[in-house]
């Protein structure tokens, strides 16, 4: 009864963070003004994602998490809430970020597989930093962003309980995508708000975070990363696009897969959103399903899938003119 009444507040806490920001985005300047690289028209509110922060802080108390892993995170959330309401250079945000994933690792719930091999520590750190990111970046479009949230960490919930992990990252994985779908009807079909980096960057750290913490082999780590795919595909397809084009990776853009197909292809925001969490979800059962045969069935439908979105991605772009 206790997580009925938990989760029904995580619910409402998206929303209201949302209705909260659409009433006073403009008076604390959170506004995201439309240019040549916006998806949108006009102005809208951005930070709605605060909601989806409270919601973090909450369960994380109310469950007993480590102090070192959810406050650091927090900080960082308000750091970049900071960037909703001014810009804030990467030379800034990088080491921050960088300063957090090192925290959470030696102090929070270190996995099995961080346990005395340095190597293997950097590559999660900078595997969070990026996830954390690459969630920021992939969040253009109406929907996207909260569709993902709901599909990743309910995934997240779903392979912890089967493989019988400690029940508090079932828990709050399940209050963070109820709280996506509870910010999700301010952002689609017609954004009444943006999630902003504050919920972006948030839900792309803690996404990562649990992803380590859950790890206890290298499969374990590759099936729990899978279940964001299309942001990993579309990210990797569109910078090897734009290295092979000598732009500069730290320049925004509008080239990714998702936004050639709202903005070049005209298709209906909502469309896209629901197309990539359906291809989110069909590849997150697939990898719970080939997860029992070991690792090699394991990358073998993931590459099928990576193939598949390289293909789509080939087909759409020769359509559209340079």
């Known amino acids: 009864m206790d997580n009925i009444i938990l989760y029904i507040i995580c619910l409402a806490f998206g929303g209201i963070g949302a209705w909260v920001i659409t009433r006073l985005g403009n008076r604390f300047s959170l506004l995201d003004i439309s240019n040549d690289r916006s998806s949108h028209d006009g102005v809208v509110p951005k930070g709605g994602g605060i909601g989806l922060l409270t919601t973090f802080v909450l369960a994380s108390v109310i469950l007993k998490m480590s102090l070192a892993f959810w406050l650091p995170v927090t900080l960082l959330a308000l750091f970049s809430l900071m960037g909703d309401r001014m810009e804030i250079s990467p030379k800034m945000r990088l080491p921050i970020q960088f300063i957090v994933a090192i925290i959470f690792l030696f102090f929070s719930y270190p996995s099995p597989l961080t346990h005395h091999l340095l190597p293997i520590i950097f590559f999660f750190v900078v595997f969070i930093v990026a996830t954390a990111n690459w969630y920021n970046f992939m969040d253009g479009i109406n929907g996207i962003a909260a569709i993902t949230g709901i599909v990743a960490f309910g995934l997240l919930a779903a392979f912890n ?14 209050c963070i995508a109820l709280s996506c779908l509870g910010f999700l009807p301010f952002n689609m079909p017609k954004a009444k708000v943006f999630m902003g980096d504050v919920g972006s960057i948030l839900l792309g750290f803690v996404f990562a975070a649990i992803v380590v913490m859950l790890s206890k082999s290298f499969l374990d780590f590759v099936c729990l990363a899978a279940f964001l795919f299309p942001f990993y595909a579309d990210e990797f ?3 090897a696009g734009r290295i092979k084009d000598g732009e500069n990776l730290l320049k925004a853009h509008r080239r990714h897969f998702y936004q050639l197909l709202a903005n070049e ?3 209906d925001h909502w469309k896209v959103s629901i197309a990539y969490g359906i291809l989110q979800l069909v590849v997150g059962v697939g990898v719970l399903l080939m997860r029992p045969f070991g690792i090699l069935p394991v990358f073998a439908l993931l590459l099928v899938f990576f193939i598949g979105f390289i293909y789509a991605n080939y087909v759409v772009r020769i359509r559209i003119p340079n």
């Open 161 to 174: 309980v089967l493989s019988g992990g400690d029940s508090r990252f079932s828990i709050l994985s399940i």
């Open 237 to 239: 397809v569109t910078m």
């Open 265 to 267: 292809l005209a298709i």
